[in-house]
Each structure stands twice: as C-alpha cells, then as structure tokens.
C-alpha cells in the first residue's frame, strides 16, 4: 500500500505543490476479482436518478430481434452504447471532497480498491414508444360479441396487461394510453381489439335510441341507455362503446351522462364507407357520408385528418382510406411510404401522417425541413423528397 511519503515524493517528481491539492488523497488498487465483463455503466438525468433513488423501477424491454429500449413508469428510452477514450472506474464507497463532512487541514490517504472498470457505457434517449404491433396482437383475435348459445369463443390469442408489457417496447402508461386511443377494452382480463363491424353496431344502437328518444347529442343518460340496450348487446360493450364515442360527465343531481363526440361519429361513419372501396368519387362520397351519420351531425373533411386522403389533382376529385396507424413506424420509412405515394405534398396534407412521429418539443416544421425539400407550385408550398425514393 503507497505510503504517504511516497504520495509525496510523487508530487515532487510530477512538480506539483501540495498546497494546491485537496488535503485528501485517494490510492486507488484494483480488487482481486476485478473485471470489465462484470458491470455495465449506464447515464441518467436528473429525472431518472431521482426515479431510481425513490426505490422505482427501470425495465429492458424487447424480443430478440429487436434493439433493446429501458422504461421508466411513463416514459421509453433508447440504449445506445457510448465509447469513451478515459477509463471508467467503479469504486463503490469513493467519497469526493464535497462528500468528506470534515475537511481535514492535515494531508491523509484513503485507499479504496476498484471492483470494475469500463471504456463503454450505456447511454439514454428519449423515444417514441413502439407501438405499431400492439394492434397487430390483438387484432389475432378480436371481439365480435358474446357467443351465440352453446359456441364457445377461441381462447388462443388473448393478452393481459402483463402479456402485453412483456412483448411491446413501452411504459406502463403510454401503453395504457394507447389501449384507450385505438378503442381496446379489458373483457375477462384479457385486453381486446373489438372487430369494427362490431363496434359500429353498438354506435349504432345508442345513435338509434339517442334518436328515438328525442336526446340531445351533449345529454346521452347511461342508466337508462343500459336499461333499454342491455338486452341486445351487454351493458359494458354499451358503456365502452359511449366511452369510446363520448365524454363522460356527471350532473349536479350525481347521474352519469354523455356528450357524444361529433367528429368520431363522422370519422367512423367514413372508415365503414371507405374501407371496401379503392377510391371514392369526393363529391358523391361527401354525399353518402352526409347521410350515413345521425340526424343532426354535420360531416367535415378535417374529421379525415389521418384517416383519409382527398387527391384533388385528379378528375373528378377523389378521396381514398390512408389510416396512420398502417404506416410504417420508423421515421425514415414513414417518409419514403409518402413520397413513393406522392410525389408533393402540402404542408395540410402530410401534417396527419407524421404528427405522431414528432419527438419531444419537435414540430412537424421541423421534420420537414429534416427530411423534405419545399418548392412553391401554383402559390402553394410544397415539400418532396430530399433524397432518392426507393420503390
């Protein structure tokens, strides 16, 4: 063990004075079963630290063919392994000066030995959780509604949330978000994907009783909404369908209403007129939709945003199914998919298709400057590609 002489004697040779040290000095030896292959060093920022020292946990998701990611309880990270050119030394129990309580004014050593050693280290970024194949699970076995009689529904194909927290790259909650955005319900503990035609059954019994009765869109009842549908379909289908539709509120005498949304009513209207046709004439497709929804509710082109898209270069004007969610999910394929589709795009038009891909504080704005190339055509700015398209 290195003496304080010796520390000393080490200053001289190296011409260092020792009233320009801390008074402390630390010899650090290695342990005998220290090793690189032991460790892994891996960054946080403040917020991640304080998760980890509040007793939290912080979980490795991903399949094997997949690039690991870490979650907190609400946010997803990428792990990306970070050279460095200095040594990493881990000391357990290594003290800096601001951490000795009594700063001695007399030179000491303290010997402290290395347990690991590392030139790598695990870097964080925050990402986008990777979603897409969610749908994909559960659409291996949607809900079509309750057996009929002695038929018994197929039981391979059904998650749990733990199920799901195994094989999807996401926190807790933005997977719990993205259960209620594509309209998923907990049935027997199992999270399922209820088949469109079936959930548009259900919006149609309650737009049919909304109807009948004579209600207001902003004053849906549910008690009674139960009471006259329960024997038709059952009443948590009626209430997950009111939720997926509507907001629900309570009234100052405590009854539990809803106002239904217009625009997912008119949006999900269209999704059942578009999704068995290729393209649609714009005009007669305008007509139809008018039609198909309640009495009362007005059809707008925005309720398309991400759903749909009107081609107003060709003649007659023509609008197609382009639903977001079966684009890719990588942000360089998201791009190439638009462009081998079209060649430009107006800022409105794109807008829908990679709003999701935007990063923490990142703007569609700037994604296009990233990845596009604005030209004006006929007074309107356009964006294409900034690089090959591949087909």
């Known amino acids: 063990m290195r003496t304080l002489e010796e520390v000393q004697a080490t200053l001289q040779i190296a011409k260092l004075k020792e009233e320009d040290l801390h008074p402390v000095t630390h010899c650090l030896s290695f342990g005998e079963n220290a090793s690189s292959g032991d460790y892994c060093l891996m960054e946080v920022d403040d917020t991640l630290c304080k998760h980890i020292e509040a007793g939290k946990s912080l979980i490795i998701r991903g399949d094997k063919e997949e690039h690991a990611i870490l979650c907190s309880e609400d946010k997803t990270y990428d792990l990306k392994m970070?050279?460095?050119?200095?040594?990493?030394?881990?000391?357990?129990?290594?003290?800096?000066?601001?951490?000795?309580?009594?700063?001695?004014?007399?030179?000491?050593?303290?010997?402290?030995?290395?347990?690991?050693?590392?030139?790598?280290?695990?870097?964080?970024?925050?990402?986008?959780?990777?979603?897409?194949?969610?749908?994909?699970?559960?659409?291996?076995?949607?809900?079509?509604?309750?057996?009929?009689?002695?038929?018994?529904?197929?039981?391979?194909?059904?998650?749990?949330?733990e199920d799901l927290l195994e094989r999807i790259q996401a926190s807790r909650e933005e997977l719990e978000a993205h259960l209620h955005t594509i309209h998923a319900c907990e049935i027997d503990g199992y999270w399922r994907l209820l088949e469109f035609d079936y959930e548009l059954k259900l919006l149609g019994h309650v737009t049919q009783l909304v109807d009948s009765e004579s209600w207001s869109f902003s004053k849906v009842p549910l008690k009674t909404c139960l009471e006259e549908l329960g024997p038709l379909e059952p009443t948590a289908m009626i209430e997950h369908c009111l939720n997926c539709y509507g907001r629900r509120y309570d009234t100052d005498e405590g009854e539990v209403m809803f106002a239904l949304d217009e625009d997912k009513v008119c949006r999900a209207m269209a999704q059942m007129l578009l999704q068995n046709a290729v393209k649609f004439n714009l005009s007669e497709f305008q007509e139809v939709w008018q039609q198909s929804v309640p009495e009362?509710?007005?059809?707008r082109l925005n309720q398309l945003r991400g759903l749909a898209l009107v081609d107003r270069s060709s003649r007659p004007e023509t609008v197609f199914l382009l639903r977001v969610e079966d684009l890719p999910e990588d942000t360089l394929e998201r791009?190439?998919?638009?462009?081998?589709?079209?060649?430009?795009?107006?800022?409105?038009?794109?807008?829908?298709?990679?709003?999701?891909?935007?990063?923490?504080?990142?703007?569609?704005?700037?994604?296009?400057?990233?990845?596009?190339?604005?030209?004006?055509?006929?007074?309107?700015?356009?964006?294409?590609?900034?690089?090959?398209?591949?087909?």
């Not at 695990?122 to 291996?140: A, D, N």
């Not at 009362?296 to 059809?299: F, L, R, V």
């Not at 007074?379 to 090959?388: A, F, H, L, Q, T």
């Open 296 to 299: 009362g509710m007005d059809t």
């Open 82 to 161: 970070a050279d460095t050119s200095n040594l990493l030394l881990f000391v357990p129990g290594c003290r800096t000066p601001d951490q000795l309580n009594d700063s001695p004014s007399h030179p000491q050593l303290v010997h402290a030995k290395i347990w690991g050693f590392a030139n790598s280290y695990w870097e964080l970024r925050r990402q986008r959780p990777k979603l897409k194949k969610l749908k994909k699970l559960l659409m291996e076995n949607p809900y079509c509604g309750p057996p009929i009689g002695t038929q018994e529904e197929a039981t391979e194909s059904k998650y749990t949330m």
């Open 335 to 391: 791009f190439n998919t638009l462009f081998s589709m079209r060649e430009k795009w107006t800022q409105d038009d794109i807008e829908p298709y990679i709003q999701d891909l935007c990063g923490e504080k990142q703007t569609t704005g700037a994604l296009l400057t990233k990845h596009a190339r604005s030209s004006m055509q006929n007074g309107i700015k356009v964006y294409n590609s900034r690089r090959p398209v591949a087909t």
